[in-house]
């Protein structure tokens, strides 16, 4: 047998597959549909529906929470029946449905009448994009063979650089098309993208790595284990631990997978405190920012909407420079929990400078919208170092088969956050609280507790992934 590598090792382990532009380019175009149709949603509830801004909050709270709930349907159809592709090309055609549907809602004539076709879009658009959220991401590691492992840092920045290159134009495009042509056709345009997706995705059927449902493979999901070894734990042998007892039913690597399933839980249920500040940006910090004078850049007129593509246009700069630049630099100080723990600490510093500019706006101070340029380099700088490592860390430490399950729980933390918001404004609010200086205060102080809180948890966690724990990319 020969020592030297085979030509396919040498030649391609370094290489990113040809099919990964496939999904790069779907995952564009789907997050331009969907990011431009939310960027209406503050100015739309409240301006031609008369809602209050502390309603405008909760609608758009309730849908962004039901987007990230659905994964738990997408990834129970991916894991257990159709396997990740057919679960991303058939749920999109529900959510091309929902972009429809609200498109067609300026024909409607009444407010009722629009309110509906409101509610019904956005379901329609939660599903489809909830239910294909946790499979896409997960789809882009099974393209990648086992010796290709240390390109997935670099795939992950890649992929959420796509997600903020599509976003950007969708923030600047959509509230253009809605001044010039109408709520009709700027509704219109994102659908128009998410069919482009949908069609840019299929295209790449034939280059797919397609990793067959738990369903094919008999393995056992998570919930099958747990409750065997809840079930068994009376009947537990001395010194055999909580997962032990499930090893008479299921193999080593089924209870494996869902043994990892429990620690990275733990390090998910202090995020939803950064969700619910950074998905304030499509609300109340767009309506903050209404109450504003728009300023000009380049000769184009930069309007409360469109400041939202200021967090993609500093995502593009900072994923690469953060990701090529500074991680390899400092090694061991660039672990995933503590890059994460660092994101968590920026989003409450990111609310305490909104918190002061909502403070002099109260005052009667006449204020450019170009200060709220601050606070989004804060949050965005905060996202990269949390959200990018969470989508490497949820993958690299979950059980094979457990990934795409892994993905719906990290998934289902922006639920949980945007679930707060949608309360806390409910009950505290009196009409037009959720846009207060000691509103966003109270959010800072939150998150704050929670930064030290996840802080403890991180010390505590070890690592399954001997890469993650070194800070270098996974092998």
């Known amino acids: 047998m020969s020592s030297h590598p085979t030509p396919h090792t040498d030649r391609s382990r370094d290489r990113f597959p040809l099919q990964i532009k496939y999904i790069v380019g779907n995952e564009a175009c789907e997050r331009f549909s969907y990011y431009g149709m939310r960027s209406l949603l503050a100015i739309y509830i409240t301006g031609v529906l008369g809602a209050t801004q502390d309603r405008a909050t909760e609608i758009i709270h309730y849908f962004i929470f039901a987007n990230y709930f659905t994964p738990l349907l997408g990834a129970w159809l991916s894991d257990r029946v159709w396997g990740r592709y057919h679960t991303i090309l058939w749920i999109s055609l529900f959510y091309c449905a929902g972009h429809g549907v609200l498109a067609m809602s300026d024909l409607a004539t009444s407010v009722d009448s629009k309110t509906w076709c409101l509610y019904i879009g956005l379901g329609l658009i939660a599903f489809g994009s909830g239910g294909i959220k946790p499979c ?26 796509s997600i903020n290159f599509g976003s950007f134009f969708s923030f600047i495009v959509v509230p253009w098309v809605k001044d010039h042509h109408g709520y009709g056709w700027a509704f219109g345009v994102p659908g128009i993208l998410m069919g482009i997706a949908t069609l840019i995705f299929w295209l790449g059927t034939r ?23 809840l079930a068994q734990s009376s009947r537990r042998r001395p010194g055999q631990g909580f997962w032990g007892a499930a090893r008479d039913r299921f193999s080593a690597e089924e209870v494996e997978a869902a043994a990892s399933v429990g620690p990275i839980l733990g390090v998910f249920a202090m995020i939803p405190a950064f969700w619910a500040l950074y998905d304030q940006s499509t ?7 209404s109450q504003m004078e728009r300023f000009t850049l ?17 995502v593009m700069i900072l994923v690469p420079l953060l990701t090529l630049g500074l991680y390899p630099r400092v090694g061991r100080l660039a672990t995933p929990l503590r890059r994460m723990g660092a994101g968590l600490v920026l989003g409450a ?27 989004y380099a804060v949050l965005t700088t905060g996202e990269v170092l949390l959200s990018t490592t969470g989508l490497e860390f949820a993958f690299t430490e979950a059980g094979k088969q457990m990934k795409s399950t892994i993905m719906s729980f990290w998934l289902l933390t922006v639920a949980a956050g945007n679930l707060v918001v949608a309360w806390i404004t409910r009950w505290l609010g009196t009409g037009d609280s959720a846009v207060t200086e000691s509103r966003f205060q109270m959010y800072a102080l939150l998150t704050f507790v929670v930064a030290g809180a996840f802080a403890v948890v991180a010390h505590f966690y070890r690592y399954r992934n001997p890469a993650n724990a070194r800070g270098t990319a996974p092998a």
Not at 137 to 160: E, I, P, T
Not at 352 to 375: F, H, K, M, N, Y
């Open 136 to 161: 896409v991401s997960a789809f882009v590691g099974d393209q990648f063979r086992a010796d290709q492992g240390h390109l997935l840092q670099k795939a992950y920045g890649a992929f959420y650089w």
């Open 207 to 229: 280059h797919y790595v397609m990793v067959p449902p738990a369903r094919q493979t008999r393995q056992a999901g998570f919930f099958a284990v747990f409750f065997h070894a």
């Open 283 to 289: 609300s109340t910090w767009v309506l903050q920012g």
């Open 298 to 314: 380049w000769g184009f007129e930069v309007t409360a909407e469109m400041m939202q593509s200021a967090n993609p246009a500093l």
């Open 349 to 375: 510093c990111s609310f305490l400078i909104v918190a002061w500019l909502q403070g002099r706006l109260d005052r009667g101070e006449t204020l450019s919208l170009a200060w709220q340029i601050l606070p």
